[in-house]
């Protein structure tokens, strides 16, 4: 079989001596895979050979893929081709076409004349995939053979070349700058041909760069070449043309907006085929009227409506991906209303290569291209495999399933999955890794993500509130209550306290207003207050109830004179007088009513005192309860200064033990992964350092309700760690901390460290595939003064800082749907230590021996406040009061003052 077909290229001698294809691009002048539900076909660059994979695509207990071999250089494929509706399963054929090269090894003719064919390769098999697949038998490619194989040998080399096959494979449409044809293998009149003059309007000269057919009529698009002296060289142009004699119905030209970038290009070189200004063109299988042209040079897709029963084109919306090139590389339908455009990102000198997605559209209606993709592949769901490159160049569909194609002829197919299933791409625990092409795998949708349509796209998130465990595969996500944490892709309903901080910082008390203590005892001997509580401990408070009793005495005396006999009433008045007399400090013993003053001066210089023992007891102030002898019961005797200090600066004798304490202090990182599905098996924590990556052993590691928890000792405090999740689950939230033991050396105290610090989104956001937090630990001294002796106390812990982004840390929805090829989630923390301190000194504000003399000048100020009153009340006011009570009462005058009639009765 293959020396006839060798024989029949070596019969037609118009072959061209100057056509050498570069036989490793498999970009060059054509698709070189073509696909539907019944086979799909590569033509290997090399010329060599085409691999056929047989449907079902997903059956993976027998190969149902087989190679076609043949040993012909000058047999050079432009491009392989399917009909999308071809269902025939026994005999299935595919289209290829191409040019005869020369090759002098061979001795074939040099003359400078055109040997394009194109020809179907049919499988003569009598046995259906079917009863390869019940037997269990590997299928094999020796019963395809070449059939009908026609040459054009009238035409020089055509660089511009591209054939369409009729949607049920009846026919194939090929056309060229200077012919078309159409090739019937099945009919009695193989090839019609037409020459390019007869078919393209106004003689022009147009270069067809894509196709594709329906039932009825092709379109084509490429460029019709301008004058060269023009400065555009040439202009994109679309043909509608009929099927049946291949006469252009309709035309549309592009013409740039004016000031656009696009309106610069001058389109120099596109008379030599270059992967620069390649077009694509696909016809909606389900509706013929709806075509997809992509023109990646201008960075544009193109959205076309077929009407009047197929005689006009009209383009319904475009869609520009701004200023770059690449977007629309390749096109093509999967439903009627799901659209993937392939997008090359490249420099606007193609000089260098950015990246290669494959923008997916569920909801493509009939005018308007959406702004944004519904979804994009490769994502983290939908990796690109580790055999395939990351350069993709052509994308073709089944038309439901998606094959794609690398620059190094890797292809991978995914095919469309049901409702809460999606077309998992990740085969890295696959026997048939290595296998070509490379098929996706039926996956339910992960925790967090739901589908509820049929196609090749992942599983989205579930809206924030809601959520998926991921037990059964879910078309539609669980309301969560109001009161949980339900984040974008939530897998469980969690209580809401789980993310609660634990923070071991707080502000150092500030020093009271009142920091002297005569100000301090006398605010609190002379005040009342408002409350019960300040009435019962005031000073004040109870001199008056003394005052009150003295009152009630005075008015007994009084009383005296009415009830009782005068012998009887001055013996009485006597004896009270006496007593009193004998309790005057004020007066030195002289003025009874002295007396009186005396024991309210007792009485407020004990509580003076009794405040003072207790007021220097209230030290140091985290040791002390509540000042209940106070009405400020937060009344402590400390005073506070708190300061930075620079590590740079030596530390004194006595601070060194303390920062010796915090220096070898251990560190135990603790991480916990909220609202996620992810295992202890998946988990992995590494020390990274300039020169290398160290694996750490874990601590301990739990998945429980959802949160994985895990632990790592840290060999030293500045560290960086990545913590990796080698999983696609989601993750809700995060919390980080560190814990340390306590320890004692004297009077200097480590403190235990024990804090954890949580990381959510309130607004629908989902954590990221990767996130980074700095840690700063400040050392953290706090001093204790003695009240007595010289000897501080020292107390340490660290305080940690976290620098980080909300906004980087976690991601939208459409960032996540727009993520590429990310297979984990990776976590760093960057632990170090500031280059500075905090120095907290707590001192007393009195010491006892101050108290001691400061409250017992108190005392005395009060005696001597009340001696001078009586002193001014005995030299100045009673004179005045009996001068003015004679003068002005005279029959008052043998009145007697209660201390006159007293001394009286002394003498």
Same mark, same amino acid.
Not at 255 to 266: E, F, G, H, I
Not at 318 to 324: A, I, K, P, W
């Given at each position: 079989?293959?020396?006839?077909?060798?024989?029949?290229?070596?019969?037609?001698?118009?072959?061209?001596?100057?056509?050498?294809?570069?036989?490793?691009?498999?970009?060059?002048?054509?698709?070189?895979?073509?696909?539907?539900?019944?086979?799909?076909?590569?033509?290997?660059?090399?010329?060599?050979?085409?691999?056929?994979?047989?449907?079902?695509?997903?059956?993976?207990?027998?190969? #149902?893929?087989?190679?076609?071999?043949?040993?012909?250089?000058?047999?050079?494929?432009?491009?392989?081709?399917?009909?999308?509706?071809?269902?025939?399963?026994?005999?299935?054929?595919?289209?290829?076409?191409?040019?005869?090269?020369?090759?002098?090894?061979?001795?074939?003719?040099?003359?400078?004349?055109?040997?394009?064919?194109?020809?179907?390769?049919?499988?003569?098999?009598?046995?259906?995939?079917?009863?390869?697949?019940?037997?269990?038998?590997? @299928?094999?490619?020796?019963?395809?053979?070449?059939?009908?194989?026609?040459?054009?040998?009238?035409?020089?080399?055509?660089?511009?070349?591209?054939?369409?096959?009729?949607?049920?494979?009846?026919?194939?449409?090929?056309?060229?700058?200077?012919?078309?044809?159409?090739?019937?293998?099945?009919?009695?009149?193989?090839?019609?041909?037409?020459?390019?003059?007869?078919?393209?309007?106004?003689?022009?000269?147009?270069?067809?760069?894509?196709?594709?057919?329906?039932?009825?009529?092709?379109?084509?698009?490429?460029?019709?070449?301008?004058?060269?002296?023009?400065?555009?060289?040439?202009?994109?142009?679309?043909?509608?043309?009929?099927?049946?004699?291949?006469?252009?119905?309709?035309?549309?030209?592009?013409?740039?907006?004016?000031?656009?970038?696009?309106?610069?290009?001058?389109?120099?070189?596109?008379?030599?085929?270059?992967?620069?200004?390649?077009?694509?063109?696909?016809?909606?299988?389900?509706?013929?009227?709806?075509?997809?042209?992509?023109?990646?040079? #201008?960075?544009?897709?193109?959205?076309?409506?077929?009407?009047?029963?197929?005689?006009?084109?009209?383009?319904?919306?475009?869609?520009?991906?701004?200023?770059?090139?690449?977007?629309?590389?390749?096109?093509?339908?999967?439903?009627?209303?799901?659209?993937? @455009?392939?997008?090359?990102?490249?420099?606007?000198?193609?000089?260098?290569?950015?990246?290669?997605?494959?923008?997916?559209?569920?909801?493509?209606?009939?005018?308007?291209?959406?702004?944004?993709?519904?979804?994009?592949?490769?994502?983290?769901?939908?990796?690109?495999?580790?055999?395939?490159?990351?350069?993709?160049?052509?994308?073709?569909?089944?038309?439901?399933?998606?094959?794609?194609?690398?620059?190094?002829?890797?292809?991978?197919?995914?095919?469309?999955?049901?409702?809460?299933?999606?077309?998992?791409?990740?085969?890295?625990?696959?026997?048939?890794?290595?296998?070509?092409?490379?098929?996706?795998?039926?996956?339910?949708?992960?925790?967090?993500?739901?589908?509820?349509?049929?196609?090749?796209?992942?599983?989205?998130?579930?809206?924030?509130?809601?959520?998926?465990?991921?037990?059964?595969?879910?078309?539609?996500?669980?309301?969560?209550?109001?009161?949980?944490?339900?984040?974008?892709?939530?897998?469980?309903?969690?209580?809401?306290?789980?993310?609660?901080?634990?923070?071991?910082?707080?502000?150092?008390?500030?020093?009271?207003?009142?920091?002297?203590?005569?100000?301090?005892?006398?605010?609190?001997?002379?005040?009342?207050?408002?409350?019960?509580?300040?009435?019962?401990?005031?000073?004040?408070?109870?001199?008056?109830?003394?005052?009150?009793?003295?009152?009630?005495?005075?008015?007994?005396?009084?009383?005296?004179?009415?009830?009782?006999?005068?012998?009887?009433?001055?013996?009485?008045?006597?004896?009270?007088?006496?007593?009193?007399?004998?309790?005057?400090?004020?007066?030195?013993?002289?003025?009874?009513?002295?007396?009186?003053?005396?024991?309210?001066?007792?009485? @407020?210089?004990?509580?003076?005192?009794?405040?003072?023992?207790?007021?220097?007891?209230?030290?140091?102030?985290?040791?002390?309860?509540?000042?209940?002898?106070?009405?400020?019961?937060?009344?402590?005797?400390?005073?506070?200064?708190?300061?930075?200090?620079?590590?740079?600066?030596?530390?004194?004798?006595?601070?060194?033990?303390?920062?010796?304490?915090?220096?070898?202090?251990?560190?135990?990182?603790?991480?916990?992964?909220?609202?996620?599905?992810?295992?202890?098996?998946? #988990?992995?924590?590494?020390?990274?350092?300039?020169?290398?990556?160290?694996?750490?052993?874990?601590?301990?590691?739990?998945?429980?309700?959802?949160?994985?928890?895990?632990?790592?000792?840290?060999?030293?405090?500045?560290?960086?760690?990545?913590?990796?999740?080698?999983?696609?689950?989601?993750?809700?939230?995060?919390?980080?901390?560190?814990?340390?033991?306590?320890?004692?050396?004297?009077?200097?105290?480590?403190?235990?460290?024990?804090?954890?610090?949580?990381?959510?989104?309130?607004?629908?956001?989902?954590?990221?595939?990767?996130?980074?937090?700095?840690?700063?630990?400040?050392?953290?001294?706090?001093?204790?003064?003695?009240?007595?002796?010289?000897?501080?106390?020292?107390?340490? @812990?660290?305080?940690?800082?976290?620098?980080?982004?909300?906004?980087?840390?976690?991601?939208?929805?459409?960032?996540?749907?727009?993520?590429?090829?990310?297979?984990?989630?990776?976590?760093?923390?960057?632990?170090?230590?500031?280059?500075?301190?905090?120095?907290?000194?707590?001192?007393?504000?009195?010491?006892?021996?101050?108290?001691?003399?400061?409250?017992?000048?108190?005392?005395?100020?009060?005696?001597?406040?009340?001696?001078?009153?009586?002193?001014?009340?005995?030299?100045?006011?009673?004179?005045?009061?009996?001068?003015?009570?004679?003068?002005?009462?005279?029959?008052?005058?043998?009145?007697?003052?209660?201390?006159?009639?007293?001394?009286?009765?002394?003498?």
């Amino acid at each position: 079989m293959y020396l006839l077909f060798l024989i029949i290229l070596l019969h037609d001698s118009k072959v061209i001596a100057t056509f050498s294809p570069d036989t490793s691009d498999y970009n060059a002048y054509g698709p070189k895979i073509a696909a539907n539900d019944v086979l799909f076909v590569e033509a290997y660059s090399n010329g060599k050979k085409f691999v056929v994979q047989f449907a079902p695509y997903n059956y993976t207990f027998d190969s #149902l893929q087989c190679s076609i071999n043949y040993d012909d250089t000058t047999h050079y494929v432009y491009s392989v081709g399917v009909g999308q509706k071809q269902t025939t399963t026994l005999n299935p054929y595919f289209y290829f076409a191409g040019e005869v090269v020369s090759d002098n090894s061979q001795g074939t003719d040099t003359s400078g004349n055109n040997g394009t064919f194109i020809g179907i390769w049919i499988n003569q098999d009598s046995k259906t995939v079917q009863q390869y697949l019940l037997r269990r038998q590997s @299928i094999s490619c020796d019963y395809f053979e070449v059939d009908h194989l026609e040459f054009i040998s009238s035409y020089e080399h055509q660089e511009f070349f591209v054939i369409a096959v009729e949607p049920y494979g009846q026919y194939a449409i090929g056309l060229a700058t200077e012919f078309g044809f159409i090739y019937r293998p099945f009919s009695s009149t193989t090839m019609t041909t037409k020459v390019g003059t007869d078919i393209w309007p106004n003689n022009s000269t147009f270069n067809p760069c894509a196709a594709d057919a329906s039932e009825t009529f092709t379109i084509v698009a490429g460029f019709i070449e301008s004058s060269a002296r023009s400065r555009v060289r040439a202009t994109p142009t679309v043909y509608l043309i009929w099927n049946t004699n291949l006469t252009v119905l309709s035309t549309w030209s592009y013409s740039a907006t004016n000031n656009s970038w696009q309106s610069r290009l001058t389109y120099s070189s596109v008379n030599t085929w270059s992967s620069q200004y390649t077009m694509s063109v696909k016809i909606n299988s389900n509706d013929s009227t709806r075509v997809l042209i992509g023109m990646p040079f #201008l960075n544009t897709v193109f959205l076309f409506v077929v009407s009047n029963n197929g005689t006009n084109l009209t383009l319904a919306s475009y869609f520009e991906n701004g200023q770059s090139v690449g977007y629309g590389t390749s096109v093509t339908w999967l439903t009627s209303s799901q659209a993937a @455009i392939l997008v090359s990102t490249y420099s606007l000198n193609y000089l260098t290569w950015y990246s290669s997605k494959i923008y997916l559209y569920t909801s493509l209606n009939d005018t308007i291209v959406p702004s944004s993709p519904s979804a994009v592949i490769p994502n983290a769901q939908q990796p690109l495999p580790s055999t395939i490159n990351s350069k993709l160049i052509r994308i073709v569909s089944t038309p439901a399933s998606l094959a794609i194609l690398d620059t190094e002829g890797g292809v991978v197919l995914i095919l469309a999955e049901a409702s809460g299933y999606y077309a998992s791409t990740d085969i890295s625990n696959s026997p048939v890794a290595a296998a070509m092409p490379v098929v996706s795998h039926s996956t339910k949708c992960i925790g967090g993500t739901y589908k509820s349509d049929t196609g090749i796209h992942s599983c989205i998130l579930c809206p924030s509130g809601s959520r998926n465990p991921g037990i059964i595969a879910s078309i539609s996500c669980i309301t969560c209550s109001s009161s949980s944490f339900c984040p974008l892709g939530a897998i469980y309903e969690m209580n809401s306290t789980l993310l609660t901080s634990i923070s071991q910082a707080y502000a150092y008390p500030r020093s009271p207003e009142m920091d002297v203590f005569e100000d301090i005892l006398l605010n609190n001997m002379f005040s009342l207050g408002s409350t019960g509580h300040c009435l019962v401990v005031s000073p004040v408070f109870w001199t008056l109830i003394l005052l009150a009793i003295f009152l009630i005495l005075l008015l007994v005396m009084a009383s005296l004179y009415w009830w009782f006999p005068p012998e009887k009433r001055d013996r009485l008045l006597t004896i009270i007088k006496n007593i009193f007399q004998r309790t005057d400090l004020v007066g030195e013993g002289e003025l009874w009513i002295g007396g009186l003053a005396s024991i309210a001066i007792v009485l @407020i210089t004990a509580m003076a005192y009794a405040f003072a023992i207790l007021y220097m007891n209230q030290y140091p102030s985290e040791k002390v309860g509540a000042s209940t002898f106070a009405c400020d019961t937060t009344i402590r005797n400390a005073k506070f200064q708190t300061s930075l200090q620079a590590l740079a600066v030596p530390v004194s004798d006595e601070e060194q033990p303390m920062f010796d304490l915090l220096n070898e202090q251990n560190f135990t990182l603790y991480l916990d992964f909220i609202n996620t599905l992810s295992s202890c098996m998946s #988990l992995s924590i590494s020390e990274v350092t300039d020169s290398s990556t160290i694996s750490m052993n874990l601590l301990s590691c739990s998945n429980l309700n959802g949160t994985l928890s895990a632990t790592v000792f840290l060999p030293q405090h500045d560290i960086k760690v990545t913590a990796t999740l080698n999983d696609i689950q989601l993750v809700g939230g995060i919390r980080v901390g560190l814990s340390g033991p306590s320890s004692i050396n004297g009077s200097d105290i480590l403190k235990e460290l024990n804090f954890r610090q949580s990381f959510y989104s309130q607004s629908p956001r989902t954590f990221a595939q990767a996130a980074a937090i700095d840690i700063a630990l400040t050392k953290v001294v706090n001093e204790t003064e003695p009240l007595s002796g010289s000897d501080s106390e020292f107390g340490g @812990i660290w305080y940690p800082t976290f620098t980080y982004s909300l906004n980087e840390m976690f991601i939208t929805a459409d960032t996540y749907a727009m993520s590429t090829n990310l297979t984990s989630t990776t976590l760093t923390i960057d632990i170090s230590e500031t280059s500075y301190y905090i120095k907290n000194v707590q001192s007393p504000i009195a010491k006892q021996p101050e108290i001691i003399f400061r409250t017992l000048l108190f005392s005395f100020l009060c005696l001597e406040i009340c001696a001078m009153t009586f002193l001014i009340c005995k030299l100045l006011l009673i004179p005045i009061y009996r001068k003015v009570t004679s003068c002005c009462f005279p029959h008052c005058i043998n009145s007697v003052e209660p201390e006159y009639e007293m001394k009286s009765n002394h003498h």
